[in-house]
């Protein structure tokens, strides 16, 4: 066991105003399972990076280990992954190899086999099991969970869970409750680490929010009542003061001095009240810092005029001549919340395809009602470049909504300024939600929507379903997510 101590640390990009990490200062043990969360653009991978000594900063991080990062960069894919593994670890033992291999259920077959053969449920599985080949080494996991379908993650999370000495960021929480025993959480304003999983910590978050809601409104009120009650002191004291000159033509004398005294007793008691408020409004000022914007999200469905949308019956899809799935049967009605589940390369996007109208070639019957509308999120973002009022016409949807539903989902308003080219892959996903959002449709098809979304704009999106209850299609392999939303579940077998 050591401890890698960082203190004070300050980062910011070249040409860049905004510090993504500001004077943070926190110890890890080299022996945790280590889960990190945090809004997407908060500088998780930027930390590991730093970590990483790839880039130049301020402050100190002082660490007794080697650090090494997943996924590993593959350069010859077309290689042997033999060769590949080879390449990346040079020493490393066979029997040791096949020892992970086993442990994710990775056949000895493919080490001879191209590695840009491999699906990419495969290529995650060897590049970890390489990673855990290195021994003595403090170990970054950066998203391995994307690629992989519900099985696999299972699979992966076990795996981790007899593994230690890791740094783990991922979005799903199934996964990061099964194997971690720490969080390292970038907040809005800090950065703090707590013992326990994912759902411990995130109770723990609840309760400090609401707490310090609780408290906010509890304040804001007292400081209205002193504000109140300083005025009303502060305009007694001038009345007071005024009866010194007496009333006019009374002919009585005043006790100045007694008057005097008591205009100055009520003013000392005004300012008292002044700097109670003070302190309450100092107190409050500590207080949200961390509550993150989470507002709903609403969604525009158009009711259609037949209940159901979709039928497929024995429904085969073929690519190049070569059967993809087989037998799908299932029915899309008004108010259904369908999971398509199956493992990788069962056909699910050559469904949604089919379903989208895109040209693919099928046996069997496939009914859609006419004059459909639907709002598709693919997988693939690569495509996203250009800003974003740009997007929104090109997509003839309003940009002011577009950019309403993106601050909401954890957007800064520098963010809407830059090139989509360099937003992150989660800011990205959710740039094609928000456009989906921004959609009037009878049925929302969603593919993969929350690959790299970060964990609390996933529990917005839940909220905003499971509220509007649109009829939705979806593809997703986070198992929380699909056991909180789908009232369906059609499982593809594949062949």
């Not at 707490?211 to 305009?235: M, P, Y």
């Given at each position: 066991?050591?401890?890698?101590?960082?203190?004070?640390?300050?980062?910011?990009?070249?040409?860049?105003?905004?510090?993504?990490?500001?004077?943070?200062?926190?110890?890890?043990?080299?022996?945790?399972?280590?889960?990190?969360?945090?809004?997407?653009?908060?500088?998780?991978?930027?930390?590991?990076?730093?970590?990483?000594?790839?880039?130049?900063?301020?402050?100190?991080?002082?660490?007794?280990?080697?650090?090494?990062?997943?996924?590993?960069?593959?350069?010859n894919?077309?290689?042997?992954?033999?060769?590949?593994?080879?390449?990346?670890?040079?020493?490393?033992?066979?029997?040791?190899?096949?020892?992970?291999?086993?442990l994710?259920?990775?056949?000895?077959?493919?080490?001879?086999?191209?590695?840009?053969?491999?699906?990419?449920?495969?290529?995650?599985?060897?590049?970890?099991?390489?990673?855990?080949?290195?021994?003595?080494?403090?170990?970054?996991?950066?998203?391995?969970?994307?690629?992989?379908?519900?099985?696999?993650?299972?699979?992966?999370?076990?795996?981790?869970?007899?593994?230690?000495?890791?740094?783990?960021?991922?979005?799903?929480?199934?996964?990061?409750?099964?194997?971690?025993?720490?969080?390292?959480?970038?907040?809005?304003t800090?950065?703090?680490?707590?013992k326990?999983?994912?759902?411990?910590?995130?109770?723990?978050?609840?309760?400090?929010?609401?707490?310090?809601?609780?408290?906010?409104?509890?304040?804001?009120?007292?400081?209205?009542?002193?504000?109140?009650?300083?005025?009303?002191?502060?305009?007694?004291?001038?009345?007071?003061?005024?009866?010194?000159?007496?009333?006019?033509?009374?002919?009585?004398?005043?006790?100045?001095?007694?008057?005097?005294?008591?205009?100055?007793?009520?003013?000392?008691?005004?300012?008292?009240?002044?700097?109670?408020?003070?302190?309450?409004?100092?107190?409050?000022?500590?207080?949200?810092?961390?509550?993150?914007?989470?507002?709903?999200?609403?969604i525009?469905?158009?009711?259609?005029?037949?209940?159901?949308?979709?039928?497929?019956?024995?429904?085969?899809?073929?690519?190049?001549?070569?059967?993809?799935?087989?037998?799908?049967?299932f029915?899309?009605?008004?108010?259904?919340r369908?999971?398509?589940?199956?493992?990788?390369?069962?056909?699910?996007?050559?469904?949604?395809?089919?379903?989208?109208?895109?040209?693919?070639?099928?046996?069997?019957?496939?009914?859609?009602?006419?004059?459909?509308?639907?709002?598709?999120?693919?997988?693939?973002?690569?495509?996203?470049?250009?800003?974003?009022a740009?997007?929104?016409?090109?997509?003839?949807?309003?940009?002011?909504?577009?950019?309403?539903?993106?601050?909401?989902?954890?957007?800064?308003?520098?963010?809407?300024?830059?090139?989509?080219?360099?937003?992150?892959?989660?800011?990205?996903?959710?740039?094609?939600?928000?456009?989906?959002?921004?959609?009037?449709?009878h049925?929302?098809?969603?593919?993969?929507?929350?690959?790299?979304?970060?964990?609390?704009?996933?529990?917005?999106?839940?909220?905003?379903?499971?509220?509007h209850?649109?009829?939705?299609?979806?593809?997703?392999?986070?198992?929380?997510?699909c056991?909180?939303?789908?009232?369906?579940?059609?499982?593809?077998?594949?062949?």
């Amino acid at each position: 066991m050591s401890l890698i101590n960082v203190a004070n640390l300050t980062f910011a990009y070249d040409g860049s105003y905004e510090n993504i990490i500001e004077n943070v200062s926190f110890q890890i043990d080299t022996d945790w399972k280590l889960g990190f969360t945090g809004r997407n653009g908060r500088g998780k991978t930027t930390f590991l990076n730093l970590l990483l000594g790839k880039y130049e900063y301020s402050g100190n991080i002082a660490a007794n280990v080697s650090f090494e990062y997943f996924p590993f960069k593959v350069v010859n894919k077309e290689n042997n992954t033999l060769d590949v593994i080879s390449d990346i670890f040079p020493e490393y033992l066979h029997w040791k190899l096949m020892r992970e291999f086993s442990l994710l259920e990775v056949s000895e077959n493919i080490l001879y086999r191209p590695f840009d053969s491999l699906s990419y449920g495969e290529q995650s599985k060897v590049l970890l099991a390489t990673l855990f080949l290195k021994e003595n080494n403090f170990l970054l996991i950066d998203e391995p969970t994307n690629h992989l379908d519900i099985t696999a993650r299972k699979l992966v999370s076990d795996y981790l869970n007899t593994k230690k000495g890791f740094i783990l960021v991922s979005h799903d929480r199934a996964f990061l409750d099964n194997c971690i025993d720490h969080i390292l959480s970038i907040n809005k304003t800090n950065i703090e680490i707590q013992k326990g999983n994912f759902s411990c910590w995130w109770e723990n978050k609840k309760r400090q929010d609401n707490f310090e809601l609780a408290e906010h409104e509890k304040l804001k009120k007292g400081i209205q009542r002193l504000s109140d009650s300083a005025k009303r002191t502060s305009n007694w004291s001038h009345e007071v003061e005024k009866t010194k000159k007496g009333t006019k033509n009374s002919g009585s004398k005043v006790d100045k001095g007694y008057i005097g005294h008591k205009a100055a007793k009520m003013m000392k008691r005004s300012k008292s009240i002044e700097t109670r408020q003070q302190s309450a409004i100092e107190e409050k000022s500590k207080l949200l810092k961390n509550i993150e914007d989470s507002d709903s999200l609403k969604i525009p469905q158009l009711v259609y005029h037949k209940m159901r949308l979709a039928e497929l019956e024995n429904v085969s899809i073929f690519y190049n001549e070569k059967m993809v799935c087989k037998d799908v049967g299932f029915i899309i009605e008004q108010g259904d919340r369908i999971a398509l589940t199956g493992k990788n390369g069962s056909g699910k996007s050559s469904i949604i395809k089919l379903i989208c109208n895109e040209n693919i070639s099928f046996t069997g019957t496939f009914r859609k009602g006419s004059q459909l509308k639907i709002s598709y999120v693919s997988q693939n973002t690569s495509h996203l470049q250009g800003n974003l009022a740009g997007y929104a016409v090109n997509n003839g949807i309003e940009e002011s909504l577009l950019k309403a539903i993106l601050r909401k989902l954890g957007f800064s308003r520098v963010q809407f300024e830059k090139d989509m080219s360099t937003f992150s892959d989660g800011q990205k996903k959710k740039v094609l939600i928000a456009k989906s959002l921004c959609e009037q449709a009878h049925l929302y098809i969603w593919d993969e929507p929350l690959n790299y979304i970060d964990v609390i704009s996933r529990i917005q999106i839940e909220d905003l379903l499971l509220e509007h209850q649109p009829t939705i299609l979806f593809v997703e392999h986070d198992r929380t997510f699909c056991g909180n939303i789908a009232t369906k579940f059609v499982n593809m077998h594949g062949l």
